[in-house]
């Protein structure tokens, strides 16, 4: 008997994802945990895999378009097996949501339309928040209308409505990924409830790199970042308020009792910010298991939501991408994050008489702290405890 295949939802959070890719075409024979399509939602992108047996009978949904949990996609059934009374079913759902959409519309907005597709809650939500409903579709110029779209349209209304983008002829439209609009989501909620001042500051990190050398002629590998990470670690334990949170509703810190340093990872489709573990209790080999996993996760798609929970603090190396320096934004709720730049050979003067000039292994970093909670002092003595490390480092290894 044909089935419907639904949307799964694959977080507890999860209320709609988009289709990203079909792995399947109509008349393919499927089994339990086969992969039918990877699906994107707020964080990741992830297979959706058959919970049937059979035929793939239709394919509903269109790639990169976004659905509600438990939308119906497919069509799953033995081959040769008549659904049309069940596509009949389907389009008798659709318009029973269409004629729910117009009596809201009545109730939000008499004589008025919203244009676009809209989930239940999202209809209550309009309602409660009293918004004209046709002021609203217009400013989402077609585009799904969700709680994000609300926001924005709100925040339009506070702060004058954004500025209208001309397109021109060969300008390229692209949908962002769920990924890249979480990112997009999360940037502006730090910069909103933070207070960001960044502190610079020289390493020279010539012996850090006579290290990796040496010990990489004993069979042993660690990584610039996880070196970084370690000392990143030590120096929050000495300046705990680095590795904090704070509760605006109270006015309460929160000091973390545990330092897990998220390391940010570039994806095609946005950033993430996988977690090293209590990674002041591990050893820099460890940690560079970590992030060479990380890395390879990244690159396949594969980096999970448990991967990138509990972080207290975080690392941003962009060195490899040659950028010097730079100021990151905090990866919200915590307080504070450490951008890394380029390694350079930059000529120094290496005595107290200031005579003798050598070429040293130079890279420069950055603190962004929110100044609500971190001063300026404890800032500085933290970037300056990680420089010390760096340049003496043994003690990390």
Not at 55 to 71: D, R, S
Not at 220 to 238: F, Q
Not at 269 to 288: K, N, Q, W, Y
Not at 297 to 312: A, S
Request: negative net charge; contains cysteine.
């Amino acid at each position: 008997m044909a089935e419907f295949i639904v949307l799964s939802k694959m977080t507890l959070t999860m209320e709609e994802g988009t289709l990203a890719k079909w792995l399947v075409k109509e008349g393919d024979t499927v089994k339990v945990d086969d992969p039918l399509c990877s699906v994107e939602n707020e964080k990741e992108t992830e297979d959706m895999l058959s919970i049937y047996e059979g035929v793939i009978l239709k394919l509903i949904a269109e790639e990169g378009e976004a659905y509600p949990v438990n939308t119906p996609i497919a069509v799953v059934g033995q081959a040769g097996e008549d659904i049309t009374g069940l596509l009949a079913e389907l389009g008798s759902k659709e318009k029973e949501e269409a004629e729910a959409t117009a009596a809201v519309r009545q109730v939000v907005a008499p004589a008025k339309s919203v244009q676009g597709k809209m989930m239940p809650k999202i209809r209550k939500l309009i309602q409660q928040k009293g918004i004209d409903a046709d002021e609203l579709a217009r400013f989402c110029g077609g585009r799904k209308i969700t709680e994000e779209e609300i926001e924005a349209f709100e925040q339009s209304k506070q702060g004058g409505a954004p500025a209208a983008i001309e397109i021109e002829a060969n300008d390229r439209i692209a949908k962002a990924s769920a990924m890249r609009k979480t990112v997009a989501k999360n940037m502006v909620e730090s910069c909103e409830h933070t207070a960001r001042l960044t502190n610079f500051m020289e390493v020279d990190m010539t012996a850090a790199f006579d290290l990796m050398k040496k010990l990489k002629g004993e069979g042993k590998r660690i990584s610039v970042t996880a070196l970084i990470i370690k000392a990143a670690a030590y120096a929050l334990k000495e300046y705990e308020i680095v590795n904090s949170s704070y509760i605006e509703s109270s006015g309460e810190i929160v000091y973390r009792g545990d330092v897990n340093i998220s390391c940010a990872v570039d994806l095609p489709e946005g950033l993430a910010v996988p977690v090293v573990m209590h990674a002041d209790e591990r050893d820099v080999f460890d940690i560079t298991g970590d992030i060479d996993l990380f890395a390879q996760k990244g690159k396949e798609g594969r980096i999970t939501n448990d991967e990138m929970k509990k972080g207290t603090f975080t690392v941003s190396n962009i060195g490899m991408l040659d950028v010097l320096i730079f100021t990151p934004i905090i990866n919200y709720p915590q307080t504070a994050i450490l951008g890394v730049g380029a390694v350079r050979v930059l000529p120094r003067y290496t005595d107290e008489t200031c005579t003798v000039i050598e070429p040293r292994k130079i890279m420069q970093i950055a603190v962004t702290y929110d100044h609500r909670v971190i001063d300026g002092a404890p800032a500085g003595h933290f970037l300056r405890s990680v420089r010390t490390l760096l340049e003496a480092p043994e003690k990390l290894v």
